[in-house]
Every structure is written in C-alpha cells, then in structure tokens.
C-alpha cells in the first residue's frame, strides 16, 4: 500500500519565478492537504482540497493556489516566487467522515528560492 | 482561534533517560490531539492520537492523555533509545464534522537529542 507520494524532492528557482508541486494521496483518501514548513518552524496549514473543490483555506496570500484532479491527487502553485517562500512543503492525505481524522504526510518537497 | 504550545527545545537526554516534553493548547469544542515525529530530513510521521478528553494515545512505548480540564497533551516514554533523535511536534485538529477533519494546528516542535 503506497503512501503519500510528493515530486520533486528538491527544487531550486530564483525569485520572480513559478512553481509546481505534486502530491499523490494514501491509496483511499479523497482528500488532500498541504503545509508549509520553513526552516526550525512547525508546519503552517496553506489548504485543503476535497471534491476538486478548495473546502479550507489558511493565512496565505493568493500567490498561492491548488487544484486536485479526479484521482485525488493534487498541485500546489506558487506565483511571483518570493525568498521568504523558501520551505519543505508537505503534502497529507486523509480521508472522509467520522472516525478519520488523522493526516498522513508525505516526505515534502524542498523549494529554495534564491 | 486554535494553537498549541509546546515545550522549548532542544532537548538532550542520556539513554534510558525519562522523557517528558509539555504540550498545551486552546481551541474551542473537542478538538483531536496528536504527536508527529520528523526525522531528519524527512517528513511527518503519526507517533500517537487521542481523539476525546481522557484517552490515551500509545504507540512504540510512547503516551500521551487527552487532558480536558489542563487542556494538556505531554508526551511520555519510561526509557528513551538513541533512535529516538528527532523533532517532536503536537497538534490539533478541530472538531469532527461530517465532512471529516479540519486543519492541523502544530507547535513549533521540540528537537529531541538521545546520547549513548
């Protein structure tokens, strides 16, 4: 059974630029997360897509924005590449409904903006 | 809104060694509450749950209680091994609803440094 999967591992871009992270969910979760994690910090919640839909959001500006197809899987979009964008940036998958609550991440994508 | 914080680190300790690292937190409701484990250059793993006020998350000789009226979750283990080494994270999430779990809110974590 695969866990979550996250490419690439590494990433370098310089400012100004755009990104795209991908992230495929645990095999039968429906729904996907994704966090930030910059350097000694916890990780910071960006959103959240189900249903194709974006069902929560964080404190994030609109540079950043997602999309999840209909296997579930999902991008993560960063515009306009600042150095403070700079972070592992991590993917969790759960599922639907009572009883399923925890999140299950997978090993993130390294984005350094120079 | 909901935040947790967690015990400053780091944190070395001698092998077999108790280990306590406090977490607390704020958040309306009943939320779930969890320990996650970072290793080095790698992402999250789930080291423990408790999802109602009172029960107990256990997993690999680590616990943790669910505690209502401290709104506390420490995380415990009786004797610590060197492959303990890593960074630490609490969290919660909000309240169940129908449509599943809400967002995780982490503390800034605590590394942990087990020497022979």
């Known amino acids: 059974d695969a866990g979550v999967t996250q490419s690439p591992t590494h990433l370098i871009k310089t400012r100004g630029q755009q990104v795209t992270l991908r992230c495929s969910p645990k095999?039968?979760?429906?729904?996907v997360s994704w966090y930030q994690q910059a350097l000694g910090q916890g990780p910071q919640f960006i959103f959240q897509?189900?249903?194709?839909?974006?069902?929560q959001r964080g404190n994030f500006p609109d540079r950043f924005s997602g999309h999840q197809f209909p296997n579930y899987s999902s991008e993560l979009n960063v515009n306009a590449l600042l150095l403070g964008d700079s972070a592992l940036y991590l993917c969790?998958?759960?599922?639907?409904?009572?009883?399923?609550?925890?999140?299950?991440f997978g090993p993130g994508t390294r984005l350094t903006v120079l | 809104g909901n935040s947790v914080t967690q015990m400053e680190g780091p944190v070395t300790l001698s092998e077999e060694a108790f280990l306590t690292i406090n977490c607390t937190y704020t958040?309306?409701?009943?939320?779930?509450l969890f320990w996650y484990v970072q290793y080095p250059g790698e992402g999250l793993q789930l080291l423990l749950k408790?999802?109602?006020?009172?029960d107990k998350g256990s997993n690999k000789g680590f616990e943790a209680t669910y505690r209502k009226e401290t709104t506390s979750f420490h995380l415990e283990k009786g004797s610590v091994q060197v492959s303990d080494s890593a960074v630490y994270f609490c969290a919660l999430s909000g309240e169940i609803s129908n449509f599943g779990n809400e967002k995780l809110t982490f503390g800034t974590g605590t590394r942990l440094t087990i020497i022979p």
């Open positions: 897509y189900y249903e194709e839909e974006e069902r």
């Open positions: 969790a998958s759960s599922g639907t409904g009572r009883g399923t609550d925890t999140q299950y």
């Open positions: 408790a999802t109602k006020a009172d």
């Open positions: 095999s039968g979760h429906d729904t």
């Open positions: 958040a309306t409701g009943y939320p779930s």
